[in-house]
């Protein structure tokens, strides 16, 4: 099975509501992040109109979710979001909703040989070295999912072949997607 990196173009958008709890550790110093809550956006020109979009998650025009639905895409559910918009955009170009990828991983670091960078005995937090010349993802990884995230390589979305194939299928969505056999950590 192969698996692509589902990119999403940047769009201007305005996050006008976004709350993260802290957990502040004093064994590793790191807070790692989690979102609490629903996300509020705004849209405020007609180019930040694509059928999917990205800004603290991922969201997506309401006809996506049947579409998804119809294509029997599994590994995400609809989530609330708060959307306003200038009176530049139409109603029909605003009905966002969010797109919360469930699909995951188990082992992948393992399966990977990752190096465990930081392993902290008090908060439990681990953090792995990313893969330098991409990845595979071992089907007995996997949990089956049409998209799904990889706890190891937090927030790049992943989506399987099929999945490929509906996203290609409309020229609406605007998104890109490569092997991830051919991702480079986006950081040093
Ligand atoms: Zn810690």
Redesign the pocket.
């Known amino acids: 099975m192969k698996f692509f990196i589902l990119e999403i173009p940047l769009k201007p958008i305005e996050i006008s509501k976004i709350v993260y709890k802290h957990r502040d550790?004093l064994?590793?110093g790191?807070r790692p992040l989690g979102r609490v809550g629903s996300v509020a956006i705004k849209l405020t020109s007609r180019q930040q109109y694509s059928k999917i979009i990205w800004g603290g998650g991922l969201f997506a025009l309401e006809n996506v979710f049947t579409e998804l639905e119809k294509a029997k895409i599994l590994g995400w559910r609809k989530g609330f979001l708060e959307v306003s918009a200038s009176k530049k955009m139409d109603s029909l170009t605003t009905n966002f909703s969010e797109l919360i990828v469930i699909g995951k991983t188990k082992n992948f670091a393992q399966a990977n040989d990752l190096k465990v960078e930081i392993d902290?005995k008090?908060?439990g937090?681990r953090k792995y070295a990313p893969p330098v010349h991409g990845f595979d993802i071992p089907e007995e990884c996997w949990d089956g999912s049409d998209i799904f995230y990889v706890d190891e390589l937090p927030g790049i979305p992943i989506v399987s072949e099929d999945t490929k194939a509906f996203f290609e299928s409309n020229i609406d969505f605007n998104v890109t997607m490569y092997p991830t056999k051919k991702w480079v950590p986006p950081y040093p």
């Open positions: 550790c064994g590793c790191t902290c008090i908060c937090f």
